[in-house]
């Protein structure tokens, strides 16, 4: 069965500094990778979505790779804020799964002023 | 503003107890919905796809009998707990299928406390 692991369960970062998560997968060819965050008690929400032909996708101050060699996304936070503060998950789908997605185990990131 | 709403927030009650937790889609007709559950510290997991219409489909290891899923129209679906026992305490959420492989926008979760 699919594999998706992210790096760290607890990610802690200095303000202003680059956050760095990463997903790597197992037994899965992705079509599309998306991430997303979510804040304690409520539902995820999306934040980036990348294709499998894609190599790099950015939005302000996020910034998605995505390796099909590798099997790995890198998902990065720039200039990052204590409002960065989260879990981030990273979500695989594919065309033959009927557009389920299969997450991640996430990675909590705290940013510390 | 929200594209989808989930309700209850939170529901506490006592074993044995069924509990039907709504997921609506505000924005747009959904023909499908999606239910997972979250344990604390862990990722989603998904139980089922809803489909507008017809049965949902389930995910392995999943038990139909024991969550209900009725999707009846294009903007609601309902997942029911039937007898809950303190093992389905969880947070469930729902999500709404986007078009085109566009990303799946999630309701704010169901806290399921069952004592």
């Known amino acids: 069965s699919q594999k998706i692991e992210q790096n760290s369960e607890a990610l802690n970062i200095q303000e202003g500094k680059t956050a760095t998560l990463t997903c790597n997968y197992t037994?899965?060819?992705?079509?599309?990778l998306q991430w997303y965050r979510q804040d304690p008690g409520r539902g995820p929400v999306f934040l980036l979505l990348i294709r499998e032909n894609e190599k790099e996708k950015r939005k302000e101050r996020l910034k998605v790779t995505f390796d099909t060699t590798l099997k790995q996304s890198l998902f990065h936070i720039t200039a990052s804020q204590p409002a960065d503060s989260a879990t981030y998950l990273c979500a695989l789908g594919a065309t033959d799964t009927g557009n389920q997605f299969y997450f991640g185990t996430g990675t909590s990131l705290t940013v510390i002023p | 503003g929200a594209v989808v709403s989930q309700h209850p927030s939170r529901v506490i009650c006592k074993s044995g107890t069924s509990v039907k937790i709504e997921c609506r889609s505000l924005d747009f007709q959904a023909t499908t919905m999606f239910w997972y559950r979250q344990f604390p510290k862990q990722s989603l997991m998904l139980m089922a796809t809803s489909n507008e219409g017809s049965k949902a489909t389930y995910e392995q290891g999943v038990e139909k009998d024991k969550f209900l899923i009725n999707h009846a129209s294009l903007t609601l679906s309902t997942l029911t707990v039937t007898s809950a026992h303190p093992e389905d305490s969880s947070f469930y959420i729902c999500s709404v299928k986007g078009v085109n492989n566009q990303p799946q926008h999630f309701g704010d979760g169901t806290r399921l406390s069952i004592l």
């Open positions: 037994n899965y060819s992705p079509a599309y």
